[in-house]
């Protein structure tokens, strides 16, 4: 005898679903023409139309657990083509956010930081901590003769902050993508056919090589924007881990000239030091770059997006600021130290630098970088099933 399956729908849900964008959820009538248009969507239970169904009936617990959700690259194609103006890619996008909010440890925090109404509660935090560790340490002034972000902020304050906040991120972290896995494994119907680390290690190629945004057919710009983002964040990740080597092991601050120490360094060759010093600098000024360019390529790609009559929430909006905030404060920071902006502009750039840096370091466990992780796990786990698109 068939057995009845109970399904609990959660009308909080929808609602809230509705009011993060997916207002456009109730005018799908179930054609499919998503699930075919779909260029990363498998031949067995493709999606979104089934997503689309689970979402009206508010079927939160099953779409929680969902993996398919995370196949998706939001190029919308499926909106595109969707007689109803449904937009089933908005509104995957939205469950992806929901899912880490769902999974967010501690809670609050996956609140705090993936709704963009709470944005300057969440900049208020480090704005007070590094306040109060300036007025503390008798900091809070602007020192005089040439601008020297170190005299304002020295660099141990600067790592006593991010070094114990990053690791205790990487840690809560940890937690929410443990959990997201044991709730997606454990609500598969489905059981594994090949092994975790293989379908890892082709999950990170893919990832590598953007392999599945080049399947896109509505928005292949993205890619090129996702790409330089990517790469910029990684190059950036890099020259801190440089920086601090070259800080704590080799005990040579870069900004200031080649001096004896560094030349005991480099076996007494000023030009090896130089070109060790100026290699880190284009290193790092590159990664920058890349950030900055990807950035102006998000914005510019949401702006034509809006023209597609895609809806793209008010959170990818504010990453994408902040990443190019990022990316023009250092800059303008850089610029202003060196050609002799008012000191006051100077440190002030360099402060609220310092600001955005900590929303995207502490915060990652909860925002849209967050993504990169959920969706590592989620395709290694379809790739575990043998469920994955090939590419
Ligand atoms: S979202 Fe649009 S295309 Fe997909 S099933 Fe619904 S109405 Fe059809
Ligand atoms: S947005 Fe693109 S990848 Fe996502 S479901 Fe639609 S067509 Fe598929």
Not at 43 to 60: C, H, V
Not at 78 to 98: E, F, M, N, Q, T
Not at 163 to 179: D, E, H, K, N, Q
Not at 198 to 216: G, N, R, Y
Request: with cysteine; proline share 5%; aromatic share 12%.
């Amino acid at each position: 005898m068939a057995q009845d399956t109970v399904f609990t729908p959660d009308v909080r849900f929808v609602r809230e679903l509705k009011k993060a964008g997916g207002d456009t959820l109730k005018k799908c009538y179930q054609c499919a023409t998503c699930s075919v248009v779909c260029p990363l969507s498998p031949d067995d239970k493709p999606f979104p139309r089934k997503e689309m169904l689970m979402a009206q009936w508010g079927l939160k617990d099953e779409l929680i657990k969902s993996s398919d959700i995370w196949l998706c690259h939001n190029c919308n194609d499926c909106s595109k083509y969707c007689p109803r103006g449904a937009k089933p890619g908005d509104v995957l996008a939205i469950l992806r956010k929901s899912v880490i909010q769902e999974n967010a440890f501690p809670r609050f925090m996956g609140k705090l930081v993936g709704d963009p109404n709470n944005i300057w509660q969440a900049l208020a935090i480090p704005v007070v901590l590094f306040l109060v560790i300036l007025g503390a340490t008798g900091h809070l002034h602007i020192p005089e003769g040439e601008v020297v972000f170190s005299k304002f902020f020295p660099v141990e304050f600067i790592d006593g902050v991010f070094v114990p906040l990053s690791g205790l991120a990487v840690l809560m972290f940890a937690i929410s993508i443990s959990r997201f896995w044991k709730n997606m494994t454990a609500g598969s119907s489905m059981k594994p056919k090949a092994e975790f680390m293989p379908s890892l290690v082709e999950t990170l190629k893919e990832i590598m090589t953007h392999a599945k945004f080049k399947k896109c057919d509505e928005n292949k710009d993205r890619s090129v924007a996702h790409v330089l983002v990517f790469y910029g964040f990684i190059g950036l990740a890099i020259t801190t881990g440089w920086a601090v080597f070259n800080l704590y092991i080799l005990q040579w601050e870069l900004p200031y000239a080649v001096d004896e120490h560094a030349l005991s360094i480099f076996g007494g060759s000023a030009a090896a030091a130089w070109a060790y010093k100026i290699i880190f600098k284009l290193f790092a000024n590159a990664s920058a770059l890349m950030l900055l360019a990807g950035g102006f390529l998000v914005i510019k790609n949401r702006l034509k997006e809006r023209a597609v009559e895609t809806t793209t929430s008010s959170f990818d909006w504010l990453f994408a600021s902040i990443v190019l905030l990022v990316g023009v404060t250092g800059f303008l920071a850089q610029v202003m130290r060196v050609t002799g902006f008012p000191a006051v502009l100077a440190y002030a750039t360099y402060f609220i630098h310092l600001v955005l840096v900590f929303y995207i370091i502490i915060y990652v466990p909860y925002s849209k970088l967050a993504h990169f992780v959920y969706r590592t796990a989620a395709i290694t786990w379809t790739k575990m099933l043998k469920r994955d698109v090939e590419m």
